[in-house]
């Protein structure tokens, strides 16, 4: 399992969506449930990866989703928004 890297754009999200670096690192290191999935972010040259990644889950459903190469955050759920959606990484 790669270290967790968190990048600036889920830096700048993770405050308005009620998540704390320690609160990434715990769902991540004892999740309620995990999901495989894909990491389908664009490049810089426009094409898609589409690198494994996993989905996090908390038990009360509140999720991360993280590369599994990378370490990369991928997503954060939004954890005050009770109407969030999950979408494609």
Avoid: F, H
Avoid at 34 to 43: F, L, P, V
Wanted: with cysteine; hydrophobic share 25%.
């Amino acid at each position: 399992m790669p270290k967790l890297n968190i990048g600036k754009k889920i830096k700048q999200q993770m405050s308005k969506r009620g998540w704390t670096e320690e609160m990434l690192e715990l769902v991540y290191l004892n999740p309620g449930k995990t999901e495989k999935t894909r990491d389908k972010r664009y490049n810089i040259d426009g094409t898609r990866k589409d690198d494994p990644a996993t989905v996090y889950y908390r038990s009360d459903g509140a999720y991360i989703v993280c590369n599994d190469i990378t370490g990369d955050v991928v997503q954060v759920s939004d954890i005050n928004d009770p109407n969030w959606i999950e979408k494609q990484y």
